[in-house]
């Protein structure tokens, strides 16, 4: 059965993002449209439109245009929405990257993307240079200064025009990040103007927004989908204001929350938790938040009571992915706090399936399956690989998402499971396979499977179970792995087996082992 959303459809804009996104900015005047958290730095919104059109004209003087790809390896700055918007009036495609990234990790993604020219910070210059040179990116341009970079500030053209560019919405990427997927090694995600611009038209409802003077904390990351569209964009299109906070300490977001009386915050499970139980809680007025709108994991029904109770304020669950942009799911204002443990209705433009994982059939209402999307919002694809868009958009354009759901006779999603892969570490995700080929290259170990463990604070944590011909310890192989991957891929547990269990074909068979670690948990 195809589920339709509750909302009537909605006009999607036949316009670029940034045309979309800054229409009014210039109205708002001397209004704060970012300030950065630690400093106080602010960009008003006629600064922010002077700087996108500055920015968009220097990046065309290097012959850098449509099409081309620009990386961003930064945390959260007022200057990340300048350059974004200034590649997008160009034409060009933005890839965002984690700044947690190794620089192996990082070239990968710039030689998979294509990507000519790269922004970061000085703190992350020596990785970002490693990076750059192993994929024959041509400049490496940097917020401040420093030796071995081009400031950043080199690329505005104050008062100079940039050159008008044919944009077709419907077919020019506008942002590619990257995302394991259903399953697998991270794949370039091809998201269209139109897709980013449909999804914050369903996402926003101008009668319950319009109006409003948000400030939102920015307290997500710009490089991932849910920070860049939820934090960076749909404010900005009102005309709220957004604080930055470039690295999380829970401190300094709680200082963040209360010296700029925050009403709006985009948050994960692991930071609601901290504000459900932290005693460090206690010591801040948080009085001025409305809202906490959560995403990027499932979030429990006792968990979203415990913290809106302790806050005061109403929280309201969303759900989606990378390849939809993000949201395909969400609890309105009007909503919030009503339905704790659920993502809410389909937003506008949007159908569901939810269908048996073994036969493809749909499955009744109240029954779990496998969620299935489509809308406008849905990617483009995974860029170099047909196969994999292939796996995961079939012939009749449903998105198989890899997650088990149910929805209930009014129309409104819970999550219960997924089949997918992908182990979910605060809101980070990590792929399974890419640490098993990770370990495969130590010469001491013969076969690798890692699987997610539950945490309170994390969701998931990875472990891996290791076959080794040699004396490796668990603490040499979380080591070795430590060496090679991002802090928030690190191993938080290591077994010695004795093999890993396969199906004929020779698939590990990882919910063999999560059978076995979930009763060993409950026997212990």
Request: negative net charge; glycine residues 10%; contains cysteine.
């Amino acid at each position: 059965m195809v589920i339709r959303s509750p909302f009537p459809d909605i006009e999607i804009p036949d316009a670029s993002l940034t045309e979309f996104v800054l229409a009014r900015a210039r109205d708002w005047g001397e209004k704060p449209a970012f300030i950065d958290g630690p400093s106080g730095r602010t960009i008003v919104y006629r600064q922010l439109v002077e700087s996108v059109s500055a920015v968009a004209a220097g990046l065309a003087e290097r012959g850098f245009g449509k099409g081309d790809v620009f990386a961003h390896y930064a945390p959260n700055l007022p200057e990340y929405a300048i350059a974004f918007h200034g590649v997008a009036t160009v034409g060009g495609v933005n890839t965002t990257a984690n700044p947690l990234l190794t620089a192996d990790e990082h070239a990968g993604q710039l030689r998979d993307s294509g990507s000519r020219l790269l922004v970061t910070v000085p703190e992350l210059l020596g990785n970002a240079t490693t990076a750059a040179a192993r994929a024959g990116v041509e400049e490496i341009f940097v917020y401040g200064e420093t030796e071995g970079a081009t400031p950043f500030e080199a690329l505005l053209q104050p008062g100079a025009e940039p050159p008008e560019v044919a944009i077709d919405p419907a077919n020019d990427l506008v942002v590619l990040p990257y995302s394991s997927g259903t399953t697998g090694l991270p794949k370039g995600v091809m998201l269209t103007h139109r897709n980013l611009g449909a999804n914050i038209c369903q996402c926003i409802s101008p009668e319950r927004w319009e109006g409003r003077d948000d400030r939102v904390v920015a307290a997500l990351p710009f490089f991932h989908i849910y920070g860049l569209v939820w934090i960076m964009t749909i404010p900005v299109y009102f005309g709220n204001t957004v604080v930055t906070i470039p690295r999380f300490d829970l401190g300094d977001f709680l200082r963040v929350l209360q010296d700029h009386r925050i009403t709006r915050a985009a948050l994960v499970p692991p930071i609601i938790l901290a504000l459900a139980k932290h005693p460090l809680v206690d010591e801040f007025d948080l009085s001025s938040l409305e809202f906490i709108g959560s995403g990027a994991a499932p979030l429990s029904a006792e968990l979203e009571v415990a913290c809106a109770r302790r806050l005061g304020c109403r929280i309201q669950q969303g759900y989606g992915l990378t390849e939809t942009s993000p949201t395909t799911h969400r609890i309105t204002d009007d909503l919030a706090g009503q339905m704790p443990g659920e993502v809410g209705p389909l937003v506008a433009n949007t159908k569901c399936r939810i269908v048996d994982v073994a036969t493809g059939e749909d499955v009744p209402v109240g029954k779990t399956g496998e969620l299935l999307i489509r809308g406008p919002q849905v990617m483009k694809g995974y860029l170099n690989n047909p196969d994999a868009t292939a796996r995961t958009i079939d012939a009749d354009g449903w998105l198989h998402t890899g997650d088990i759901a149910l929805v209930d006779d009014n129309g409104s999603l819970r999550i219960v499971d997924r089949i997918k892969e992908l182990i979910k570490y605060k809101g980070y995700q990590i792929a399974p396979a890419e640490l098993e080929a990770l370990l495969l290259t130590h010469p001491a170990i013969t076969d690798a499977a890692v699987i997610p463990v539950p945490d309170e604070e994390a969701g998931e944590v990875p472990k891996a179970f290791v076959v080794t011909g040699g004396s490796l310890s668990p603490g040499d192989v979380t080591r070795f792995v430590a060496d090679h991957v991002a802090p928030y891929k690190k191993l938080r547990a290591v077994e010695i087996i004795d093999e890993t269990p396969k199906a004929p074909s020779g698939k590990i068979l990882r919910r063999v082992l999560i059978d076995r670690e979930r009763t060993a948990t409950t026997a212990g």
